[in-house]
């Protein structure tokens, strides 16, 4: 239940929906009720038409020692046949029936109206807070987690719990209300045949206890292979070209057919045991409705003193039988909780990882980047793996610092720490002589561009990709930027131009095509820093003069820190720091290193011999 009333929480303010959907759903059930109750006055009237006006006193003298509602029914009929004629009596039962049926729907159409606000409203907030929460979790989190079992999180499993928790809150209210007031008039019309009526609901209630037992079990692995196919399918379709390129279409699907086939098997049980519940409860209230009516109507055959009237009868049967509809209902919610607790509790996961980097109680924005960006014996380790030891490296504002070594020394892992992706583990990074744990993380970023290797594009348009670092940015500003990136031409080739869209991830570009839009996307955002991890490794020649350009032009008036594959391109920088098993092994302009003849001068000699 704990889980549950977690769950319940996204509902806030659940008091907006719950006093007029309890107002509602108690109109609605009242009028019901009484339409129910409108049978035996119906009957009645049916029953004494043929009757003599002198008898139909002692039907009033009947009810007059009645307090039940069907007394006070009967003793409304008896009094209007004595007025009026039973034609015209029946007539007034009829109207009232019908008004009552309207009034009921009416009020039913007005809760289920809340019911459909209030499941809006928890899934409007829920997912939120997932995505919110998603989004504000460290970069290493995502290393380590499947993206597809995130995915399932925050569109799957959050839509099986809205329904669960709205539709839980519906049962547990509407139903049992309906249920009471069902069983109050049962008693009131014969308390004895409804509490040897009533034996059917524990035992009932024990034959779905049993049939649910395993469903939250199922419901976990259910949603835990759902997650895997997921991340499969966007695994599939994200490596399409190299799944095509090794021949593996045929492996690749017969992998997805084995997940599919586990989770469909898994899936079918689950349902088998949802839908057992419904008829098992239908059966054992049918078989309870035939015995009471073999039981009451051999009373009534045999003028036994204790049988009800025919018309209470009649109407006892029809109430008794709407008894199923509640009492069905809530066995198909308790199968339906079992799958949403269990979703839940996997979202519920997501939302309380808490993000490793957060902003100190007292942390400061920083507003300017105005001498140097310095590392002091900064050491970092994923888990117990050490990639970095005791780096120090100064970067005075306006230089140009190259970050070189072979593969795997934990350049980029130094890279990632600049923008605070991750924090040191020991050491510190300090910004113009603030501490980074003293400034907020968004004011540090915001002085800082990226170009990674990866040149990541939105499927979004040419315009607002290159605008994504400054949505207000006007026409003008975005083609200058582009401009300076060496793309304002090939742009203008494109269908559209700066409307033209670039498709999944930019696939409808080349290499060189969507790194230069990054670039253009670095240049308008104009910070005073600049990292640049390996922004031409992928391309080829020509793309890679075109987008080198474009860096020289970037870096021009800047900060920068570069990773760069082709030492060639950094020969010029102010400072390269030649970084090797995590350790800073040499440092200082080309010049300065080749002098050296250490590992910098191997690296120079390698690529010169490859090249």
Known sequence: MKTYFRLLSFAKPIEKFAIPYVIATLLSILFGTFNLALLSPLFETLLNANKQACETPSLTDKAASSFSLLGKLREFV???????????????????????????????????????????????????????????????????????????????????????????????????????????????????????????????????????????????????????????????????????????????????NEENIFYSNLTRKMVRRQQLGSPVSEFLGVLMISIIVWYGGSLILHNDKNALAAADFIAYIAIFSQVMRPAKAL?????????????????????????????????????????????????FSYGEKQVLSNINIDIE????????????????????????FHDPKSGSIKIDGNDYRDLTVESIRAQMGTVNQESFLFNDSIFNNIAF????????????????ANAHEFILNTENGYQSFVGDRGNRLSGGQRQRICIARAVLANPPI????????????????????ALNNLMKNRTSIVIAHRLSTIQHADKIVVID????????????????????????????FND
């Not at 519920?348 to 014996?377: G, M, R």
């Not at 670092?469 to 300076?484: C, L």
């Not at 098993?581 to 690296?603: C, D, F, P, Q």
């Open 530 to 549: 600049m990292l640049l991890d390996e922004a031409t490794s992928a391309l080829d020649t020509e793309s890679e003069k075109l987008v080198q350009e």
């Open 469 to 484: 670092a400054r949505p207000e940015a006007s026409e003008e500003e975005v083609i200058a930027a582009a401009k300076i």
């Open 331 to 379: 066995t198909d919610s308790f199968s339906g909780i079992h799958s949403g607790i269990a979703a839940g509790e996997r979202v519920l996961d997501l939302i309380d990882t808490k993000p490793q980097l957060v902003n100190s109680s007292d942390a400061q924005p920083l507003k300017t980047f105005e001498h140097a960006l310095t590392l002091n014996n900064v050491s």
């Open 78 to 256: 008896a009094y209007s046949i004595r007025v009026n004629t039973i034609e015209t009596t029946l007539m007034y039962v009829c109207f009232v029936i019908v008004i009552s049926v309207l009034l009921s729907n009416i009020f039913r159409y007005l809760s289920q109206r809340i019911m459909e606000d209030l499941r809006v409203h928890t899934l409007l907030n829920f997912r939120k807070r997932v995505f919110n929460n998603v989004m504000n979790l460290h970069v290493g989190y995502f290393n380590s987690e499947r993206k597809g079992d995130i995915i399932s999180k925050v569109a799957s499993d959050v839509q099986v719990v809205q329904f669960t928790v709205t539709n839980t809150l519906q049962v547990v209210f509407k139903e049992p209300v309906t249920l009471i007031v069902y069983v109050i008039l049962l008693f009131n019309i014969s308390a004895k045949l409804t509490f040897f009526s009533l034996l059917v609901i524990p035992i009932s209630a024990f034959i779905i206890s049993k049939i649910v037992k395993r469903l939250k079990q199922q419901a976990k692995e259910s949603h835990e292979s759902f997650a895997k196919m997921i991340g499969f399918l966007d695994e599939s379709l994200s490596g399409i070209k190299i799944i095509k390129a090794f021949n593996a279409t045929e492996r690749i699907k017969n992998k997805f």
């Open 581 to 608: 098993k995590g350790t800073v092994v040499e440092s200082g302009s080309h010049t300065e290193l080749l002098a050296k003849n250490g590992l910098y001068r191997r690296l120079i000699d390698m690529q010169a």
């Open 397 to 420: 504002k306006g230089k140009t610092i190259a970050l070189v070594g072979p593969s795997g020394g934990g350049k980029s892992t130094l890279m990632d720490l600049i923008p605070r």
